[in-house]
T-cell receptor, first 116, second 113 residues
Framework: NAGVTQTPKFQVLKTGQSMTLQCAQDMNHNSMYWYRQDPGMGLRLIYYSASEGTTDKGEVPNGYNVSRLNKREFSLRLESAAPSQTSVYFC???????????????FGDGTRLSIL | SQQGEEDPQALSIQEGENATMNCSYKTSINNLQWYRQNSGRGLVHLILIRSNEREKHSGRLRVTLDTSKKSSSLLITASRAADTASYFCATDAMDTGRRALTFGSGTRLQVQP
C-alpha cells in the first residue's frame, strides 16, 4: 500500500519555465491538498480539492494552478516559475474534508523544487 | 498567518528522557492534531485531540489541550533515538472561512543515544 505518491522527488527549473507536480493516492480518499514548506515557515496550503470535481484556493495560491484529474490524482502546475517558488511541495489526502471536524491527513514525501 | 506556534523551536535530550513540546494557537478550534516529520520525509499523523477532550494517550505519547489558554502540549516519554524528528501542531482555522489545517513552524527534537 503506497499511500500518497509524489513525482518527481527533485527538480531544478530556470525562471520562467513551467512544470507540473504529480500526486496520486491509493486510499480512496475524497479530499486532497497541496502545501509548500519553507524553512521556519511550517506548511502553507496552496490549493485543495474537497472532493472530485472541486478545487479551492488556500492561503498562498498565486502563481499556481491545480487539476483534480480523478479521485486518485491531484496535480499542481507552475505556469511561469519564479525563484520565490523554490520550496518543498507536499501533497496530502484525507478521507473527507469536513464532517464536523478535520480528518487526519496523509502526506507524500515531497518534491524538492529549486528555481534558478 | 500562523494559527499554531510550537515552543521550543529546538530541543535536545538524552535517550530515555522525556520530551515536552508546546503549541499555542489564536482562535477557537474544533480539534488539534500533532504530526511528526523525519528528515527528508512527509508528515505523519500522530494524534488528534478534540476541543472537548483534555488529555489523550497513544503509546508513549501524551497530548493535553487547554482551550481556555489556547494551548496544547505533546509529551514523549522514555525517548529513543528514533524519535529524532520535527513535530508540528495543526489546527483548523475558523477565521478564514475555510475549514483547512494550519500548521505551526515546528519543534526540532534531537534525541542523543
Amino acid at each position: 500500500n503506497a499511500g500518497v505518491t509524489q513525482t518527481p522527488k527533485f527538480q531544478v527549473l530556470k525562471t520562467g519555465q513551467s512544470m507540473t507536480l504529480q500526486c496520486a493516492q491509493d486510499m480512496n480518499h475524497n479530499s486532497m491538498y497541496w502545501y509548500r514548506q519553507d524553512p521556519g515557515m511550517g506548511l502553507r496550503l496552496i490549493y485543495y480539492s474537497a472532493s472530485e470535481g472541486t478545487t479551492d484556493k488556500g492561503e498562498v495560491p498565486n502563481g499556481y494552478n491545480v487539476s483534480r484529474l480523478n479521485k486518485r490524482e491531484f496535480s499542481l502546475r507552475l505556469e511561469s516559475a519564479a525563484p520565490s517558488q523554490t520550496s518543498v511541495y507536499f501533497c496530502a489526502s484525507s478521507e473527507t474534508y469536513w464532517t464536523g471536524d478535520n480528518q487526519p491527513q496523509h502526506f507524500g514525501d515531497g518534491t524538492r523544487l529549486s528555481i534558478l | 498567518s500562523q494559527q499554531g506556534e510550537e515552543d521550543p523551536q529546538a530541543l535536545s535530550i538524552q535517550e530515555g528522557e522525556n520530551a515536552t513540546m508546546n503549541c499555542s494557537y489564536k482562535t477557537s478550534i474544533n480539534n488539534l492534531q500533532w504530526y511528526r516529520q523525519n528528515s527528508g520525509r512527509g508528515l505523519v499523523h500522530l494524534i488528534l485531540i478534540r476541543s472537548n477532550e483534555r488529555e489523550k494517550h497513544s503509546g508513549r505519547l501524551r497530548v493535553t489541550l487547554d482551550t481556555s489558554k489556547k494551548s496544547s502540549s505533546l509529551l514523549i516519554t522514555a525517548s529513543r533515538a528514533a524519535d529524532t524528528a520535527s513535530y508540528f501542531c495543526a489546527t483548523d482555522a475558523m477565521d478564514t472561512g475555510r475549514r483547512a489545517l494550519t500548521f505551526g513552524s515546528g519543534t526540532r527534537l534531537q534525541v542523543q543515544p
